[in-house]
């Protein structure tokens, strides 16, 4: 007791000095952000003064002539002129001290990352890498940041191609220091990391890149449109590979009740989308990249238990005929793992198989016991040390997964048991619907069937466009509901004109009635009032004029250069690209929506 005691003053003694340190640094740049401020203040105001001084001046003495009769008026106005042209440059010239401090701090910044060495060189003369198959070998690795505290301690362990390693164990005990080493984002400094019996210092920077993907905790996806972000590793593929990524990531179907489909533009970090489709967009993404090596550093941390679930689906795909290493805090995580490695205080204290980590009762078993009790949004830190091992079987422990705390009672929940044996199983494949053998055909009250022969796919069906504006009668998906209520997909059309002319009109029919918009041809009038826009245009279907709010979310991108305009009563009004408007429509256009 007094030993915990002591700790707990002790640790009260260092936050208090982290704080006091962190308040003297706020309390100095504060003192010298208002004082930066006021002697601006106060120059301003000195220099504001010298300059009416100055007019005040030729005022009066010029004035006087002019009422003198020295002068004439156009005189006068003459010298005020030149005083305006004396004085604008001479304005500039008193705040080029202050451009001139911030360009020099700015620039000084930026060679200072320029300027800094590579710590990572790339091998002179690299090993080429034929054939990848995914060993990976850690030979006696050490590693720390500082080199006098070490992250990992001789540590050594094989992987299979092929085969999934699941990693486990508290913050700090080298976990994600081994993703950073193993994509060498830092050099070893004792031991050796080989890949298929090479060093991987010795492949070049690239190769060895092109062989790794990394699903992260928190994907990371750029502003632009979702084709974009999941094309990104890929940036020449196939429109058909990416919709197939897409499918067996389980991201195809959220991405087609998007607004344009795979053209949606996404804002900054992927802004738009939930966190549960973001992860399975960045797992499309990597499956399209098609990596040798897979990591995945916590891939289902901070996902609610829907999400987690389709993202557990889309990583059994993901991770078939590749070597996979999967950092979880989930144990659920890692269900399908071959073998486990546990880890603390950088040292590889246990490894094996579900069952067998669960015979030796050790660091593992404690995690699974502990993971019985409490939720399942706990991590292995507080498993480790807010609570203690349960009074529970390992057999009952195996066979609980997920926990949900009701009440303060710990009730199990979704009760399959990790299975490392247990094999993913397939997902399913885009289902192209070909001319030859699918038909539509209107049905009871006007709806849209689906037929393949004398068999009826579905009906009620909708269509929709995956590419509305770069391809708007190819990669339609037919989409209906089942039996339980939810929106499936009945097939996808690969190009509209391949089919019979009957069947071209229900589908154009069935697009026109989804995809309600009237296309601009004509600009007459544009203004701006109180914050909304007025348009007075010209559409295929006669002039029309509507208002819009004057904001960037009111004028979406389409395409390269369309933009579709959402009024104030939500109709939707089409340029399907601004360079084929008049120049003098381009100009009123471009001078209020210039987003």
């Known amino acids: 007791g007094m030993l915990s005691g002591i700790r707990v003053v002790k640790a009260f003694a260092q936050e208090d000095r982290e704080f006091k340190k962190f308040q003297t640094a706020s309390d100095h740049l504060r003192h010298w952000r208002l004082w930066v401020d006021h ?67 700015g620039s000084k910044r930026d060679l200072e990352l320029l300027d800094t060495p590579l710590t990572i060189p790339d091998a002179s003369n690299p090993t080429d890498w034929h054939n990848p198959r995914g060993a ?24 299979k191609p092929g085969e999934m390693v699941g990693i486990v164990g508290r913050s700090g005990s080298g976990k994600t220091t ?74 195809h179907d959220f991405i087609c009740r998007t607004q344009l489909g795979y053209e949606t533009l996404l804002g900054e970090h992927g802004a738009g989308l939930s966190g549960g489709e973001k992860q399975r967009l960045s797992i499309a993404r990597t499956l399209l990249y098609d990596p040798q ?46 073998r486990i490695l546990v880890f603390d205080r950088g040292q590889l204290v246990e490894q094996g198989s579900h069952a067998e980590l669960l015979a030796m009762d050790g660091t593992y078993a404690r995690l699974v016991r502990i993971q019985t009790q ?49 094999k993913p199983r397939e997902k399913p494949l885009l289902n192209w619907l070909e001319p030859a053998e699918h038909r539509f055909q209107r049905g009871g009250y006007g709806q849209l069937e689906l037929w393949n022969g004398e068999e009826r796919l579905g009906s009620g069906a909708f269509i929709l466009r995956t590419f509305p504006a770069s391809h708007p009668n190819e990669y339609l998906s037919v989409r209906g509901w089942n039996v339980e209520g939810d929106e499936i997909e009945l097939g996808m059309i690969r190009d509209l004109t391949q089919w019979a002319a009957d069947d071209q009109i229900e589908i154009t029919e069935a697009l026109g009635r989804r995809y309600l918009m009237r296309a601009i041809t004509a600009i007459h009038g544009l203004s701006l009032k109180f914050g909304f826009l007025d348009f007075d245009v010209q559409t295929a279907t006669g002039r029309s004029k509507f208002s819009m709010r004057w904001t960037q979310s009111q004028a979406i991108d389409y395409g390269e250069n369309g933009k579709l305009i959402i009024d104030t009563e939500e109709n939707r009004y089409l340029i399907q690209d601004v360079e084929d408007l008049s120049l003098a429509d381009q100009e009123k256009f471009l001078q209020y929506v210039y987003w």
Do not use: C
């Open 39 to 105: 002697t601006n203040s106060y120059y301003s105001a000195a220099m504001g003064l010298v300059f009416s001084l100055g007019g005040l001046i030729v005022w009066y003495v010029g004035g006087r002539d002019v009422i003198g009769h020295d002068m004439t008026l156009g005189e006068l106005i003459a010298f005020l002129a030149y005083l305006a042209m004396f004085y604008a440059p001479l304005s500039a010239l008193s705040n080029f001290t202050t451009r001139l401090t911030s360009f020099l701090t």
């Open 374 to 422: 409490v939720s399942k949004d706990q991590n292995v830190d507080r498993l480790l040390h807010a609570f203690k091992p349960a009074e529970k079987t390992l057999e009952q422990a195996a066979g609980s997964e997920n926990v949900a705390a009701t009440g303060g009672v710990a009730t199990l929940v979704d009760s399959a048991p990790i299975d490392a044996t247990e």
């Open 293 to 338: 090596i897979l990591i995945l550093d916590e891939a289902t941390s901070n996902i609610d238990a829907e999400s987690e679930r389709s993202i557990q689906e889309a990583l059994e795909v993901l991770t078939q005929g590749r070597t996979t290493v999967a950092i979880a805090h989930r144990l659920s995580t890692l269900r399908n793992a071959d």
């Open 178 to 251: 081994m993703v950073n080493l193993l994509s060498r984002f830092y050099d070893v400094q004792e031991g050796a990391i080989e890949i298929d019996g090479i060093d991987i210092r010795q492949l070049s920077m690239q190769q060895l890149r092109q062989n790794i993907g990394i699903v992260f905790q928190e994907s990371f996806l750029f502003r632009g449109t979702v084709w974009k972000n999941l094309s990104y590793g890929r940036p020449g593929t196939s429109i058909e590979d990416g919709l197939q990524a897409a499918r067996a990531a389980g991201a």
């Open 136 to 159: 990976i070998r850690f030979d006696r690795v050490t590693f720390g940041y500082d080199r006098n505290q070490p992250v990992l301690n001789e540590i050594s362990f094989d992987v």
